[in-house]
């Protein structure tokens, strides 16, 4: 199975609304990533977990939260969100990242998020 | 900051015609990777070529890496339909975990 699951799919908010996003991975992998993408733009780096600890926090603002309950999942909890977050939200795991092939990432199919 | 910068940003070819996308980086690499992305979904990896190979192939794909230029190429021969999406090359530099990704090459195979 190297299957990344990410939901919802779609994800419509009002600023003042809290959601949360959710992924899942099942491969034993040990790192999982945060992306954010706007169209037609590469993916930019938000978080990485590495066995369940935060080790990447790319100075992303306090209205996203990120949560590692277990080394399966990964979640992003969004509060007070901006018109300009809406984007793509990716999530991807790998089996760890010590310059290698192991830092080889798979992604789910991501979250949608608009906020009104 | 950007690591990689593909070229061409846009790419329409024919169905069958080879594909050819590059791109360039700045810093020392460990390995550089390639990844598809079909519309509005997730990127895929295609390959992974290490700083100490030139080239590497994996059915029709074929990257190659000058580290002395700081470039690499993908190519995909006998393109199909198929194959429309944009293409990202990412670098893996001296910081664990984190890959830069370019700004992406569209491809768009024609019928």
């Known amino acids: 199975d190297t299957e990344v699951t990410q939901t919802p799919k779609h994800l419509v908010m009002g600023m003042t609304n809290k959601k949360s996003l959710k992924c899942e991975q099942h491969m034993g992998h040990r790192a999982m990533y945060w992306y954010k993408q706007k169209a037609k733009k590469p993916p930019e780096l938000m978080f990485v977990y590495s066995y369940e600890k935060l080790s990447i926090n790319e100075s992303v603002p306090s209205r996203f939260s990120p949560e590692c309950p277990n080394s399966s999942l990964l979640n992003l909890h969004l509060h007070a969100l901006q018109p300009e977050d809406s984007a793509l939200y990716l999530c991807a795991s790998s089996q760890e990242g010590a310059g290698a092939a192991k830092n080889i990432q798979y992604f789910g199919a991501g979250t949608r998020l608009s906020v009104l | 900051s950007q690591q990689g910068e593909e070229d061409p940003q846009a790419l329409s070819i024919q169905e069958g015609e080879n594909a050819t996308m590059n791109c360039s980086y700045k810093?020392?690499?460990?390995?550089l990777q390639w990844y598809r992305q079909n519309s509005g979904r997730g990127l895929v990896h295609l390959i992974l070529?290490?700083?100490?190979?030139r080239e590497k192939h994996s059915g029709r794909l074929r990257v190659t890496l000058d580290t002395s230029k700081k470039s690499s190429s993908l190519l995909i021969t006998a393109s199909r339909a198929a194959d429309t999406a944009s293409y990202f090359c990412?670098?893996?530099?001296?910081?664990?975990?984190?890959?830069?990704f370019g700004k992406g090459t569209l491809l768009t195979v024609n019928p």
């Open positions: 810093t020392s690499i460990n390995n």
């Open positions: 990412a670098t893996e530099g001296g910081s664990n975990y984190k890959l830069t």
């Open positions: 070529i290490r700083s100490n190979e």
